[in-house]
């Protein structure tokens, strides 16, 4: 396979892996309205929410909704690698992969107000579910597979 070929291969890999998880359920926590500690319900949300609307959390500046940024070097990382720039995709990848996991980590100490939901809910004891896991696995696809090509490149120059 050429590197051509190979570039654009890894790039509908990794979109389809990040397409597929806006289709599943990606996080679920337990809701209650402070400061009344009474358990509320369980809510479960798909990625395509989290995607849609997790940018607004960013404009607030809430910890745990920092971790939307991967997508954005996330897409930086796609047009590295388009334009054959493996060494700065492999980093804007691996910035992906810390940003969406140090920030879910994050999410478990800092409970974030839940959107749109007409009340003061509040996001408690987030799960990661297979939604998250497809997210970040397309983050590591896109790292692995620009080492891969950039690694091919340079085995074809020797």
């Known amino acids: 396979m050429s590197e051509r070929n190979c570039r654009w291969t890894i790039i509908a890999v990794a979109i389809a892996l990040y397409a597929t998880s806006l289709f599943l359920p990606a ?9 009344d500690h009474a358990i509320g319900h369980v809510v479960t949300y798909p990625g395509w929410y989290l995607a ?7 404009l607030f500046l809430k910890p745990a909704a920092m971790g939307w940024l991967a997508n954005i070097t996330f897409i930086a990382a796609i ?20 940003i969406a996991v140090f920030f879910f980590w994050l999410s478990l100490s800092h409970p ?20 998250f896991y497809c997210w970040v696995v397309s983050f590591a696809f896109f790292l692995f597979g620009s080492w891969m090509t950039k690694r091919k490149r340079m085995t074809n120059r020797i």
């Open 52 to 58: 849609g609307f997790g940018w607004i959390g960013t």
């Open 112 to 131: 974030m107000p839940v959107l749109f939901s007409g009340i003061d809910d509040v996001m408690n004891q987030p799960k990661a579910l297979l939604g």
């Open 79 to 98: 047009f590295c690698h388009a334009e054959s720039r493996y060494e700065r995709s492999m980093v804007l990848s691996a910035i992906s992969i810390a």
């Open 27 to 35: 996080v679920t926590f337990i809701t209650h309205v402070p400061p």
